[in-house]
């Protein structure tokens, strides 16, 4: 009923950047909270960067003055611009979206994923 889907990812140097998006899209009355988290391999995942309905951000410290969330709430769709990456950014990206949905007088409040998208850095 609701699919998320991230798209942006790739193969960059050291110094460069790169734009992920994150579209939501199904049977979606409204979206709370997006994040983006990202998971490196024999790493737990993290959370990367958070952005409230309003536009209020959280970034993890790591990322904090390369990395840029954003959203546009007409498309369901959050963005994560990142600048100055580092090999250590490198690890698939996923984000997740707050779903509010309504059936009828029944609302419906749960999180989905998308399937991720590889980031990687070379040095």
């Known amino acids: 009923q609701v699919h998320v889907a991230e798209s942006g990812g790739g193969l960059v140097q050291a110094g460069g950047s790169l734009r992920l998006s994150c579209a939501a899209s199904?049977?979606?009355?409204?979206?709370?909270?997006m994040e983006w988290y990202r998971q490196a391999p024999g790493k737990q995942r993290e959370l990367v960067a958070a952005?409230?309905?309003?536009?209020?951000?959280n970034y993890l410290d790591f990322v904090k003055g390369r990395f840029t969330i954003s959203r546009d709430n007409a498309k369901n769709t959050v963005y994560l611009q990142m600048n100055s990456l580092k090999p250590e950014d490198t690890a698939v990206y996923y984000c997740?979206?707050?779903?509010?949905?309504?059936?009828?007088?029944?609302?419906?409040?749960?999180?989905?994923w998308g399937q991720g998208t590889q980031v990687t850095v070379s040095s």
């Open positions: 997740n979206a707050d779903v509010v949905r309504r059936d009828g007088s029944s609302w419906y409040y749960n999180t989905y």
């Open positions: 199904g049977s979606i009355f409204s979206i709370n909270a």
């Open positions: 952005i409230t309905t309003g536009g209020s951000t």
